[in-house]
């Protein structure tokens, strides 16, 4: 079994802002593998956060990001189940890193779910005769089409977007682990992006 030092934990919370004991039995776990030990608390932390995601968020903050010289601006609300998490600084920066991300990305819904379903409609039917039309066998259109679909969702749906700080993971991924840290349940509740000259 391997020697688990003060130093190897110290890493690990470093690396995953996970609690001191937890690091420790992971790399207990994980018989000093660092890697393996980040998978551990990966997975702990998204069962932690899927044990939270019925529970009320009533209290959060909005948020205003103004970029590029004042040409550009996003407000974001995102909520959290009490005042005291709000006010913590990884609450308030996990806000202000969705408010850069929707300036950055400019995403059209938070979730799949809330994009009209003209929208996807409209998006498959381009698909399809986009494969149609580059002479693709009709039996495989439909999935051609659906897989294009999913890359839209991944590109224009927040959520699904890869995280601009860390393009390993998705906004969903952070939101998971920003729960899992902070013992909260949190949702990315609605957004307005505006930019100069745009409707």
Do not use: W
Not at 28 to 44: F, P, Q, T
């Amino acid at each position: 079994m391997a020697n688990i030092t003060a130093q190897m934990v110290k890493e690990l919370r470093e690396m995953t802002g996970a609690g001191m004991m937890d690091c420790k039995n992971a790399l207990v776990e994980a018989d000093g593998d660092m890697e393996k030990a980040v998978e551990i608390l990966r997975k702990k932390g998204i069962a932690k956060a899927e044990k939270k995601a019925g529970r009320e968020t009533k209290d959060g903050l909005v948020e205003a990001y103004i970029h590029a010289g004042g040409k550009l601006g996003v407000l974001v609300e995102v909520n959290c189940e009490t005042d005291f998490v709000a006010n913590t600084d990884d609450f308030k920066t996990f806000v202000r890193n969705v408010a850069m991300q929707i300036a950055a990305t400019n995403p059209i819904a938070i979730s799949r779910e809330d994009v009209p379903e003209d929208v996807v409609n409209r998006e498959k039917e381009i698909y399809r005769e986009q494969a149609l039309s580059s002479g693709k066998p009709e039996h495989i259109v439909d999935k051609i089409a659906e897989g294009k679909l999913e890359k839209f969702f991944a590109e224009n749906v927040l959520l699904e977007q890869a995280y601009i700080r860390d393009p390993e993971k998705t906004i969903k991924d952070y939101l998971t682990e920003t729960i899992a840290k902070l013992g909260e349940n949190i949702t990315i509740r609605r957004f307005a992006r505006f930019r100069i000259g745009e409707d």
